[in-house]
């Protein structure tokens, strides 16, 4: 096979703590590992570790060098920076900053479901900086119309250098498909409720608890799963005070087969958040043919419709969250209607293919290649 002359490094942090930036990067990185047509490689480029904040600082150090020497080898495209808020954004407008001092173009991709309220806290210098940082990058890509309007009218980036592109995330495989059919062969006929995510506040894990503990939720036929990183000793002491011990199972961080083992094999995913961009969960759910509980927050409510392809619940709600869940469980007509629409949905806007030929579109005008 021909060596590929240029590389695209894909910046973000490069393990579960990058939530939805490191898995919509890998998604890329497995994308393009099928497209015999690539022109570039694309390559990690790890910009915060598994550490401490303080400990990042040294890993964005170590991108930084990495960027350089790439550069001067003559090796580099392009850089694909996926940005959130918080340290997340400092982090990578260094970044941005050194590549484009480097003469080297760059994509920036905002992830970030409350960067508008992030950016309006920040002292005046520092959100003229985050302007000036927004306003360097090359290409800025958005998950959304919500997240456009902002970049273009508070951020002041030219219109046509910004670009929505949904998430996507792939389908079904064979050993899914599998796992699936294991909903209906299962002697356990217990219906399968599934959150899959990192175990937080903003994420609305309380709120799932308040809601599975009110007096008359219905527990019979009912298994409670949670997957996924996050502080797990809070929330399994908090299920032990609402009387949900042996009720609920915590299963931890897992990777990405397990996880879409355990979404094929779900009835139904609950995201309680209380702020998103667009979760990929959410999609690869609709890609499984399950049945999605979420709050209407982010990008979700201009993408999808509340009971044709989810069922929306307000968020930091437990009562009306318990409600949502018992109609949903308790109406398999519902569920079916759900799990039909949202694979057609899927198939017409947020499969891993639609996802990746638009970034590579992208790249193709950022980097010219």
């Known amino acids: ?34 497209d015999s047509s690539a022109a570039a490689f694309y390559r990690p480029l ?22 350089a020497s790439a550069a001067l080898r003559g090796e580099l495209a392009g850089v694909h920076v996926n940005m959130g808020e918080r340290l997340s954004f400092f982090r990578k407008g260094i970044l941005l900053t050194a590549a484009r001092a480097m003469g080297v173009p760059v994509v920036l991709h905002l992830h970030a479901s409350q ?18 940082v927004f ?33 996507g995330a792939p389908g079904l495989s064979a050993a899914t498909e599998f796992a699936g059919l294991s909903k209906d062969t299962s002697r356990d006929a217990r219906l399968r409720l599934l959150f899959l995510g990192n175990l937080m506040e903003r994420k609305g894990v309380s709120d799932l608890f308040h809601a599975l503990a009110l007096p008359g939720f219905d527990w019979e036929r009912l298994r409670v799963t949670l ?23 915590f299963l931890g961080w897992v ?25 990929l969960v959410i999609l690869e759910a609709l890609a499984q043919g399950v049945a999605v509980v979420c709050t209407p927050v982010g990008e979700i409510p201009f993408l999808l ?44 806007c947020f499969t891993l293919d639609e996802f990746y030929g638009r970034i590579k579109r992208i790249h193709h005008q950022a980097f010219g290649i």
Not at 46 to 67: C, E, F, H, P, W
Not at 137 to 143: E, K, S, Y
Request: charged share 20%.
């Open 1 to 34: 096979m021909k060596r590929l002359s240029k590389i695209i490094f894909l910046a973000c942090p490069w393990g579960p703590r990058g939530g939805g930036m490191y898995k919509s990067a890998d998604y890329l990185l497995q994308a393009q590992a099928a």
């Open 46 to 67: 790890d910009t915060r570790g598994g550490g401490s904040a303080l400990a990042s600082a040294a890993v964005l150090a170590a991108a930084l060098l990495k960027l």
């Open 115 to 132: 960067f508008d309220a992030f950016y309006r806290k920040l002292p005046r210098p520092v959100r003229a900086w985050a302007r000036w």
């Open 135 to 167: 306003a360097r990058a090359t290409r800025v890509v958005v998950l959304g119309p919500w997240a456009r309007r902002f970049v273009t009218e508070e951020l002041h980036v030219p219109a046509n250098r910004v670009e929505a592109v949904t998430n």
């Open 227 to 249: 997957a996924g990183g996050g502080n797990l000793s809070f929330y399994q002491a908090l299920a032990g005070r609402l009387g949900l011990s042996g009720r609920v199972e």
């Open 255 to 279: 990777g990405q087969d397990q996880a879409a083992e355990l979404l094929a094999a779900a009835d139904v995913l609950v995201l309680p958040s209380h702020d998103e961009g667009l979760p």
């Open 305 to 348: 419709r509340d009971g044709e392809h989810v069922c929306f619940t307000p968020a930091g709600d437990a009562p009306a969250l318990a409600a949502t869940l018992q109609r949903v469980l308790a109406d398999a007509d519902l569920r079916e209607n759900l799990r039909r629409n949202g694979q057609a949905l899927y198939q017409a």
